[in-house]
Nanobody
Framework: QVQLVESGGGSVQAGGSLRLSCIVS???????MAWFRQYPGNGRGGVAA????????YYEDSAKGRFTMSQDNAKTTFYLQMNSLKPEDSAIYYC??????????????????WGQGTQVTVSS
């Protein structure tokens, strides 16, 4: 049984930092892990992704330079370090798993396993 469990969300003031964690179990074949966020009334959009085998990372434009995705040595825990947070970063953040990272990773269509989500709230 595949499980993705996120943690680390919370409330922070603008300019602050948060680190999200995602523990993955039961899915050793998947090579792409990603973080998505969902605003109220909208669909989910990809924020960051990592190619599990090599650690190569991909970022959505607004995340570049502020967010860093990483993985532990066992490649079972994935992190999203978020710095210089802005109110527009407020959303529910989900981690997700896919077999590979494709050029359309940000759409989420390749991701079949999802965590339950964790709320991030950034106040101005």
């Amino acid at each position: 049984q595949v499980q993705l469990v996120e943690s680390g969300g919370g409330s922070v003031q603008a300019g602050g930092s948060l680190r999200l964690s995602c523990i993955v179990s039961g899915y050793t074949s998947g090579n792409c892990m990603a973080w998505f966020r969902q605003y109220p009334g909208n669909g989910r959009g990809g924020v960051a992704a990592i190619y599990r085998a090599t650690g190569r990372t991909y970022y959505e434009d607004s995340a570049k330079g502020r967010f860093t995705m990483s993985q532990d040595n066992a490649k079972t825990t994935f992190y999203l370090q978020m710095n210089s947070l802005k109110p527009e970063d407020s959303a529910i953040y989900y981690c997700a798993a896919a077999l590979v990272c494709t050029s359309t990773w940000r759409t989420g269509v390749d991701f079949h396993y999802w965590g339950q989500g964790t709320q991030v709230t950034v106040s101005s």
